[in-house]
């Protein structure tokens, strides 16, 4: 997902960085850039308007020309209006109390609705809730048999009782009531338009039952259609949010960028497969970050936090500030990582190794600076200065690897104490820097 405008936007600011100095005018060319890129990737022209006026507003000032890395901090701007645009991360389900919380989810054909219940369900179930499934469209034959499999899959219920949709949901409200379900999760029938009488039956169904949400499932695959939908749906029967679903189709992702700025509407969750566990509660700030390839270290922290106890990353944490950080963290830091999964994926999402040039992030290669590290004595690991022509040459032997490697690996090693350095002179302000360290990944 976004891989179109993530691939535009990195060039354009890797211009950006390379150039050290800025002017108003490098900047303004930058804009345009990021103007077309976002034009591109199907953004709502007058969105795209909006961001670029923020961006210019907050970017073209002296402070950001006079930064140590102006370039680094147009990125930090442009990051920062992208989280903006996208809105707050709001709570994505509001439980009601008493309970049972309604939630209906309407929208086009073939959206996405009763593939997005069930994972509801699935994710409500995950919080410790007990969710009931319910059936009403009573349009397609297969429609009930489809929730009540899918729902099997995961051991939800599923409520099918009933002829027509205000009678079925009578009868789900008090199956929940004497169940102790305290979610009701409410899949509606689907029209290749919207129609008055699709429109007419769900408002009865709102009007009856005072649903605690109402969310549209839209596809993100239909870019700006998906904003249109949204708005006409707001108009006709009032929503309470978007499920944006097919995210993992959509490399454009104009739907996901434009839908909260202008429907007004919040993003609550984003569907990025058709398993039931491909349901990801939406995060602008962590959209932002992978849009712009900073990773989304978030996700990755969370992942990382499992792993990592949080007393040795802040251990770490003190040694990079010391700037005591050795080739003997770095191994343990490897070995961090390669416990985290695919090694592909954690450093696509780690911005530090992405922008390590020299050392493609394979696992054969993260393989070999082990093997270097590990061929390396204590002391040799905790000072490198120390490395000289012959050492290395008998660690490329014990290593089996050559010569050349251990000394690109030593050239990156000071790279990255460097980055790190930076990113601390960044401040707080860069959170993906933050949270890296609080990861102990780098
Ligand atoms: N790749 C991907 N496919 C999805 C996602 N969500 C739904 N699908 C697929 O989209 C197709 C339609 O999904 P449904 O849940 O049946 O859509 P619907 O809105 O209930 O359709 P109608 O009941 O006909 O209105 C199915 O093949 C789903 O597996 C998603 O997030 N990613
Ligand atoms: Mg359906």
């Not at 009782?161 to 999760?185: H, T, Y």
């Not at 992405?354 to 390396?376: C, F, V, Y």
Request: charged fraction near 30%; include cysteine; glycine fraction near 10%.
């Amino acid at each position: 997902m976004f891989e179109a405008i993530s691939v535009r936007l990195g060039q354009i600011f890797k211009r950006l960085r390379g150039r050290g100095k800025l002017t108003e005018r490098n900047i303004e060319e930058a804009l345009r850039e990021i103007r077309l890129a976002l034009l591109e990737a199907d953004v709502n022209y007058k969105v795209v308007k909006k961001f670029i006026a923020g961006v210019r507003e907050r970017a073209v000032g002296k402070a950001v020309l006079k930064s140590l890395a102006p370039g680094q901090q147009v990125v930090k701007v442009v990051h920062e209006e992208l989280t903006r645009t996208m809105g707050s991360g709001d709570e994505p389900i509001k439980m009601t109390s008493p309970g049972p919380t309604l939630v209906m989810l309407v929208g086009l054909q073939g959206g996405g609705k009763t593939t997005t219940c069930a994972k509801l369900g699935w994710y409500l179930k995950s919080k410790g809730h007990r969710p009931l499934l319910v059936a009403t469209d009573t349009r397609r034959p297969a429609a009930k048999r489809q929730l009540t499999i899918l729902g099997e899959e995961q051991g939800l219920p599923a409520f099918i009782q009933g002829e027509d949709p205000i009678d079925i949901l009578q009868g789900a409200m008090r199956e929940a009531g004497s169940k102790g379900f305290d979610a009701v999760l409410v899949d509606t029938a689907g029209r290749l338009h919207i129609d008055e009488e699709l429109m007419e039956e769900l408002k009865e169904m709102k009007r009856v039952f005072q649903p605690g949400e109402i969310l549209l499932v839209a596809d993100a695959m239909t870019g700006q259609d998906a904003v249109n939908i949204a708005e006409r749906f707001e108009e006709a029967l009032g929503i309470d949010g978007v499920i944006l679903t097919k995210l993992d189709s959509d490399a454009r992702g104009g739907a996901a960028l434009s839908l909260r700025a202008v429907t007004g509407k919040p993003i609550k969750f984003i569907g990025v497969g058709e398993k039931l566990d491909a349901l990801e509660t939406f995060h602008p700030e962590r959209i932002a970050s992978r849009i712009l390839g900073m990773g989304d270290v978030l996700t990755l922290v969370e992942k990382a936090e499992r792993l990592i106890d949080e007393e040795r990353a802040r251990e770490l944490e003190k040694k990079i500030l010391k700037e005591t950080f050795t080739l003997e963290d770095f191994l343990l830091q490897i070995e961090a990582i390669k416990r985290l999964g695919s090694v592909q994926e954690i450093l696509a999402l780690t911005p530090a190794f992405s922008s390590w040039k020299g050392l493609p992030p394979s696992d054969e290669h993260l393989n070999r600076t082990e093997a270097i590290i590990r061929s390396m004595t204590k002391e040799e690991r905790t000072n490198p200065d120390i490395l000289n022509g012959s050492r290395r040459t008998r660690i490329a032997k014990g290593s089996g690897t050559t010569l050349e490697e251990v000394n690109r690996l030593l050239k990156q090693f000071g790279q990255v104490k460097r980055m790190i350095r930076e990113m601390h002179r960044g401040g707080k302000r860069f959170p993906w820097s933050m949270n890296l360290r609080k990861g102990g990944l780098i």
